[in-house]
């Protein structure tokens, strides 16, 4: 009988991550589990208040979850790759006004990068996770291609982007023709512990996101109140520090105007804040550095796609162009059919056609 | 799939004679110690057996030198704490090593922190070895204990004690040897050692865990660290555990009874062992002492291969082995005990312990010889190669 082939799974102690585990249990992978532990050092109170993702606590559950399918299971320190790619990249990003997703950050350098690494110096073949998102070869272009998960409500296909050729030969997505409805389903029915724990939702490193007192305690000197100005270059009012706002914004901006306004711009270097009209928030296109594309090596001529510059956002029609750059990084010029709304440098923008994931890359600029 | 266990530096298997033994005293002989009655007679009769064994292990003059505690961690601390806190009239200052277990090291930093006290952290040399003359040079007016571990945990390097301990008594100073990992493994004898204080600990020498020991010298003085009634003559509260009290001495007396026996066998393991390691992997090098080493202990540094990945890897092909201090897997920090020892932290993080025991056999051996090397070449090969090409795309993007 031919040798079972070998899957590391990076499991949470969440359901998504459990059932997946589970799946491929069934399918008769050779299955590891993997909880990476990603906190450098904390006082034992601490670890035992913070909840979430990747704590104590969720160690604890995927333990259980390994040990009732049956698998072996390890945690693995990532503490240094995590503080010095994702949670110092968080806070750089702040310091100089950008609004940055630490999760798209977390899967390239530490699950598809450390961990990977790590699941092949284990004899493992491939890297599953519990993204809802799907892989497939496609022999007449030699590569691998990423599609959105089958359940729109859960796709995280957003996040993925960023896996180049190399990656996604090595990775599985077992959820990825899966409703998440089925999943919590499949997770009562294995009699898994976790099958009705709530989602987790926030940045797993901050707790109970607020992401103010975190950025307070690791960069008090980057926190400095300044000016808010108009698109006229007029003050009319003060900010706390820029780290604390985002393009769109328009609660807590302690302005009496006359008429809504919303942060426009956030100038680093000068630390000034702008606001404008409802207006003025939408932009007509974005320059992305960063970038990477999926079905093919690089952009060579102007491409109709559709965008999607958050997370949560829908994808929108637009036009993607080549755009140069200096020292050559190669920047993509996205172009909209009807002006978007906060297009908020940091974030990621991402290219489909249809459920194909064409690519993307980071929001440099706004246009 | 083959199981081969060498982790004996982590714990050991109950033997079962001594659980035998630990069954009757659990469930016939249940009584305690302190009652006046038949039952807590037999229990009392027992206890002292088990004294009478531990004492004769290490050879001690007076059974009573014996103290049971609840493991060598909690020998260390009564050691460390007691003589410190009913000599502070006299001095304030601790001499130790930078390479000792963390129950000594911990203990001595909380002294440090909380009680106003001094502590002489000395240096080990590249095998591991504390230098006698360095003690005489750390001891003052003001010191009040020397206390250094017979072997180190890891690396199995056996310390010059008796050296050690002549330099102290001559200046009149308190000597404390951490002798969890050598009891039972290599002769060890207070009388000869000229030691104060001993810590041992059960679960290293095939008795149950939960239970140590620790020997102190008639007329040494120690505030003990438990309060209560006055079990153990007052230097440690809390009704004896006396089926694990039994269980340590039987374990004792077996081990005193086989002690020759034991040691060359494991010399022959471990020597099988390292040497297949040095001939069938390149770039190795051998952690600790060459000769002055416990006769279980295996510490290798595999360079360009880390640490925990081998470990998982041997975990799969059933080896169980552990990288640094069983303590401290988990954490990403390299061994205090090598970064002691001058190892750069990548050959600090290439490190595997393999400690073996009674059970082992050459058969064991072969099987790790056989699948250690297939590790290590997986993990060399990829090292490299697949992490280089997957960074630079990353930062070219």
Same mark, same amino acid.
């Given at each position: 009988?031919?040798?079972?082939?070998?899957? =590391? &799974?990076?499991?949470?102690?969440?359901?998504?991550?459990? =059932?997946?585990?589970?799946?491929?249990?069934?399918?008769?992978?050779?299955?590891?589990?993997?909880?990476?532990?990603?906190?450098?050092?904390?006082?034992?109170?601490?670890?035992?208040?913070?909840?979430?993702?990747?704590?104590?606590?969720?160690?604890?559950?995927?333990?259980?979850?390994?040990?009732?399918?049956?698998?072996?299971?390890?945690?693995?320190?990532?503490?240094? =790759?995590?503080?010095?790619?994702?949670?110092?990249?968080?806070?750089?990003?702040?310091? @100089?006004?950008?609004?940055?997703?630490?999760?798209?950050?977390?899967?390239?350098?530490?699950?598809?990068?450390?961990?990977?690494?790590?699941?092949?110096?284990?004899?493992?073949?491939?890297?599953?996770?519990?993204?809802?998102?799907?892989?497939?070869?496609?022999?007449?272009?030699?590569?691998?291609?990423?599609?959105?998960?089958?359940?729109?409500?859960?796709?995280?296909?957003?996040?993925?982007?960023?896996?180049?050729?190399?990656?996604?030969?090595?990775?599985?997505?077992?959820?990825?023709?899966?409703?998440?409805?089925?999943?919590?389903?499949?997770?009562?029915?294995?009699?898994?512990?976790?099958?009705?724990?709530?989602?987790?939702?926030?940045?797993?490193?901050?707790?109970?996101?607020?992401?103010?007192?975190?950025?307070?305690?690791?960069?008090?000197?980057?926190?400095?109140?300044?000016?808010?100005?108009?698109?006229?270059?007029?003050?009319?009012?003060?900010?706390?520090?820029?780290?604390?706002?985002?393009?769109?914004?328009?609660?807590?901006?302690?302005?009496?105007?006359?008429?809504?306004?919303?942060?426009?711009?956030?100038?680093?270097?000068?630390?000034?804040?702008?606001?404008?009209?409802?207006?003025?928030?939408?932009?007509?296109?974005?320059?992305?550095?960063?970038?990477?594309?999926?079905?093919?090596?690089?952009?060579?001529?102007?491409?109709? =796609?559709?965008?999607?510059?958050?997370? @949560?956002?829908?994808?929108?029609?637009?036009?993607?162009?080549?755009?140069?750059?200096?020292?050559?990084?190669?920047? &993509?010029?996205?172009?909209?059919?009807?002006?978007?709304?906060?297009?908020?440098?940091?974030?990621?923008? &991402?290219?489909?056609?249809?459920?194909?994931?064409?690519?993307?890359?980071?929001?440099?600029?706004?246009? | 799939?083959?199981?081969?266990?060498?982790?004996?530096?982590?714990?050991?298997?109950?033997?079962?004679?001594?659980?035998?033994?630990?069954?009757?005293?659990?469930?016939?002989?249940?009584?305690?110690?302190?009652?006046?009655? !038949?039952?807590?007679?037999?229990?009392?009769?027992?206890?002292?057996?088990?004294?009478?064994?531990?004492? #004769?292990?290490?050879?001690?003059?007076?059974?009573?030198?014996?103290?049971?505690?609840?493991?060598?961690?909690?020998? #260390?601390?009564?050691?460390?704490?007691?003589?410190?806190?009913?000599?502070?009239?006299?001095?304030?200052?601790?001499?130790?090593?930078?390479?000792?277990?963390?129950?000594?090291?911990?203990?001595?930093?909380?002294?440090?922190?909380?009680?106003?006290?001094?502590?002489?952290?000395?240096?080990?040399?590249?095998?591991?070895?504390? #230098?006698?003359?360095?003690?005489?040079?750390?001891?003052?007016?003001?010191?009040?204990?020397?206390?250094?571990?017979?072997?180190?945990?890891?690396?199995?390097?056996? !310390?010059?004690?008796?050296?050690?301990?002549?330099?102290?008594?001559?200046?009149?100073?308190?000597?404390?040897?951490?002798?969890? !990992?050598?009891?039972?493994?290599?002769?060890?004898?207070?009388?000869?050692?000229?030691?104060?204080?001993?810590?041992?600990?059960?679960?290293?020498?095939?008795?149950?865990?939960?239970?140590?020991?620790?020997?102190?010298?008639?007329?040494?003085?120690?505030?003990?660290?438990?309060?209560?009634?006055?079990?153990?003559?007052?230097?440690?509260?809390?009704?004896?555990?006396?089926?694990?009290?039994?269980?340590?001495?039987?374990?004792?007396?077996?081990?005193?009874?086989?002690?020759?026996?034991?040691?060359?066998?494991?010399?022959?393991?471990?020597?099988?062992?390292?040497?297949?390691?040095?001939?069938?992997?390149?770039?190795?090098?051998?952690?600790?002492?060459?000769?002055?080493?416990?006769?279980?202990?295996?510490?290798?540094?595999?360079?360009?291969?880390?640490?925990?990945?081998?470990?998982?890897?041997?975990?799969?092909?059933?080896?169980?082995?552990?990288?640094?201090?069983?303590?401290?897997?988990?954490?990403?920090?390299?061994?205090?005990?090598?970064?002691?020892?001058?190892?750069?932290?990548?050959?600090?993080?290439?490190?595997?312990?393999?400690?073996?025991?009674?059970?082992?056999?050459?058969?064991?051996?072969?099987?790790?010889?056989?699948?250690?090397?297939?590790?290590?070449?997986?993990?060399?090969?990829?090292?490299?190669?697949?992490?280089?090409?997957?960074?630079?795309?990353?930062?070219?993007?």
């Amino acid at each position: 009988m031919a040798q079972a082939v070998r899957v =590391v &799974v990076a499991m949470s102690g969440g359901v998504d991550s459990s =059932v997946a585990a589970a799946l491929l249990k069934e399918k008769g992978y050779d299955v590891i589990g993997v909880t990476m532990q990603i906190w450098p050092r904390l006082a034992p109170e601490e670890e035992v208040r913070r909840g979430g993702c990747c704590s104590l606590a969720a160690v604890e559950d995927a333990r259980k979850v390994a040990d009732r399918i049956g698998i072996p299971y390890y945690v693995m320190n990532f503490g240094g =790759v995590f503080k010095e790619r994702v949670i110092d990249y968080f806070i750089e990003e702040y310091a @100089r006004g950008k609004t940055p997703n630490p999760c798209i950050a977390c899967n390239f350098y530490v699950k598809w990068g450390a961990l990977l690494r790590k699941a092949l110096g284990l004899g493992a073949k491939y890297v599953a996770t519990g993204h809802y998102a799907r892989i497939d070869y496609d022999p007449s272009l030699g590569r691998y291609l990423l599609y959105r998960g089958l359940d729109p409500e859960k796709d995280q296909s957003y996040a993925l982007y960023g896996l180049t050729q190399d990656q996604l030969a090595h990775t599985l997505f077992p959820l990825g023709p899966y409703t998440k409805k089925e999943v919590r389903a499949r997770a009562g029915k294995l009699g898994l512990v976790v099958a009705e724990k709530p989602e987790s939702q926030e940045i797993c490193f901050v707790t109970g996101d607020d992401y103010h007192s975190f950025l307070r305690e690791f960069i008090p000197d980057k926190i400095e109140p300044g000016p808010i100005l108009n698109t006229s270059g007029e003050v009319v009012g003060r900010h706390r520090g820029i780290p604390f706002y985002t393009i769109g914004q328009r609660r807590g901006l302690g302005l009496s105007m006359g008429e809504p306004v919303y942060v426009v711009d956030i100038k680093a270097d000068e630390n000034v804040i702008v606001v404008g009209t409802k207006e003025e928030v939408y932009s007509r296109g974005l320059y992305a550095a960063e970038v990477n594309f999926i079905p093919f090596e690089r952009l060579n001529g102007e491409k109709r =796609v559709q965008a999607q510059i958050r997370y @949560r956002a829908p994808a929108v029609p637009a036009r993607i162009v080549p755009a140069g750059g200096e020292n050559g990084e190669e920047l &993509v010029k996205v172009l909209f059919d009807e002006p978007q709304r906060a297009v908020t440098p940091g974030q990621s923008v &991402v290219f489909y056609e249809g459920d194909l994931v064409l690519g993307g890359g980071i929001i440099r600029e706004r246009l | 799939m083959r199981k081969v266990y060498l982790d004996h530096g982590a714990t050991t298997p109950v033997d079962p004679e001594v659980a035998h033994v630990i069954y009757r005293y659990m469930v016939d002989e249940f009584g305690n110690p302190s009652s006046v009655h !038949q039952f807590g007679r037999a229990a009392r009769k027992a206890v002292e057996k088990a004294r009478e064994q531990v004492a #004769d292990l290490i050879g001690a003059a007076d059974p009573s030198e014996i103290v049971f505690t609840s493991g060598g961690t909690e020998a #260390d601390n009564l050691a460390i704490k007691g003589v410190a806190r009913a000599y502070r009239k006299k001095g304030n200052h601790i001499i130790t090593s930078a390479v000792e277990h963390h129950a000594v090291l911990h203990t001595c930093e909380y002294l440090e922190e909380k009680e106003g006290f001094k502590v002489t952290y000395l240096p080990v040399d590249g095998s591991g070895m504390v #230098d006698p003359e360095d003690v005489a040079q750390a001891i003052t007016d003001q010191t009040v204990l020397v206390t250094i571990m017979f072997a180190n945990n890891e690396v199995g390097t056996i !310390q010059p004690i008796a050296e050690i301990a002549r330099i102290a008594k001559e200046k009149g100073v308190l000597v404390h040897t951490d002798a969890v !990992q050598a009891v039972g493994q290599v002769p060890v004898d207070v009388e000869r050692l000229g030691v104060d204080l001993l810590s041992l600990s059960g679960h290293k020498i095939y008795g149950p865990k939960g239970v140590g020991a620790l020997y102190v010298r008639k007329g040494t003085r120690l505030e003990p660290t438990m309060h209560g009634g006055a079990h153990e003559k007052h230097r440690r509260a809390g009704t004896e555990g006396v089926p694990g009290i039994v269980g340590l001495g039987t374990a004792a007396q077996l081990r005193k009874d086989h002690l020759d026996e034991y040691t060359e066998h494991l010399i022959v393991l471990r020597d099988r062992l390292i040497d297949g390691i040095l001939d069938g992997i390149p770039d190795v090098k051998l952690n600790g002492h060459p000769t002055k080493r416990l006769p279980n202990n295996v510490n290798v540094s595999i360079a360009y291969a880390e640490g925990e990945s081998m470990l998982l890897n041997m975990d799969l092909e059933g080896i169980a082995a552990s990288s640094g201090s069983a303590c401290t897997s988990g954490s990403l920090e390299p061994s205090h005990v090598l970064v002691a020892m001058g190892l750069s932290h990548e050959l600090a993080h290439g490190s595997l312990r393999m400690t073996l025991g009674k059970d082992n056999t050459e058969e064991d051996i072969d099987y790790v010889l056989e699948v250690l090397p297939r590790i290590v070449e997986r993990l060399r090969k990829m090292s490299p190669i697949a992490p280089a090409q997957r960074e630079e795309k990353v930062s070219n993007v």
